[in-house]
């Protein structure tokens, strides 16, 4: 219909007068603008404010969010107390939401040192990858002095821990941190549950976590399941997925 319109205007352009010319052009700019503003309105009525939000990210209320997925020492019953085993940590950039520094290393436990065969088949990691390596107390002064190189401790720098479900930063960090009797960090006492923004972006419960997230945005899912690293790649994607449909992340945890 456009097209049309344009070539006629094109073939009365030689014909016409300049007065009525510029009468054309006016009806013209007119028509295209009416067109461009119902394209916009269909657009919207599927979820897109405009063609620029398809484009860019709204500002996010945070610099950086810190993606991080614990995996821990576990068995049929479950063992307690429960140990990290690997500790990763993503540092996403909030205006463009790519990843801008990776901290990862894998832990040893000390109350069961010796990691169970249900542990292993669901995490992947094998007692070779946790002997010998930093303890908790170790680990986590080197996410302190990583948090400090990455300028993540300025107070003018806005950050935030992201986890899918509350376990991690709720449960796991500060109920080994209590029983070995080591201070949790001001930083991890804050965080933002993927499961809860992602519900209230999308309208629905993700039961089955990383999953049904993936699944509800049509996602590949990256690596193994139960992977702490890859779990963490897959957060990442599934927040820059929801970020590119205008959603605003925002706290959920409670202040302790």
């Not at 923004?197 to 509800?216: E, I, Q, R, T, V």
Request: hydrophobic fraction near 40%.
């Amino acid at each position: 219909m456009v097209a049309l319109v344009r070539t006629t205007a094109a073939r009365l352009h030689l014909k016409l007068l300049p007065r009525a010319r510029n009468t054309l052009r006016s009806l013209l700019r007119f028509f295209l603008q009416r067109y461009s503003s119902i394209t916009t309105g269909k657009l919207a009525s599927h979820g897109f404010a405009s063609m620029a939000a398809m484009s860019s990210f709204p500002p996010q209320r945070y610099h950086y969010f810190l993606v991080l997925d614990f995996e821990a020492t576990c068995d049929k019953p479950q063992i307690h107390p429960q140990e990290i085993i690997e500790f990763p940590i993503l540092k996403l950039n909030g205006r463009t939401m790519e990843i801008e520094s990776t901290f990862h290393m894998y832990v040893q436990p000390v109350v069961h040192p010796q990691l169970t065969p249900f542990c292993t088949e669901l995490t992947g990691i094998i007692q070779a990858m946790v002997d010998g390596q930093p303890s908790l107390q170790q680990v986590l002064e080197r996410v302190d002095e990583w948090m400090a190189k990455e300028g993540l401790l300025d107070p003018s720098v806005k950050s935030i821990f992201v986890t899918c479900g509350d376990w991690d930063l709720k449960v796991m960090l500060p109920g080994q941190c209590q029983y070995l009797g080591l201070p949790v960090a001001d930083y991890f006492k804050q965080w933002i549950n993927l499961k809860k923004a992602y519900s209230f972006a999308m309208g629905s419960w993700p039961k089955n976590g990383l999953l049904d997230m993936n699944k509800g945005l049509n996602l590949q899912h990256i690596g193994r399941p139960h992977s702490g690293i890859d779990d963490c790649k897959n957060i990442a994607n599934i927040m820059k997925t929801l970020a590119h449909r205008g959603f605003i992340f925002k706290q959920t945890s409670k202040p302790f």
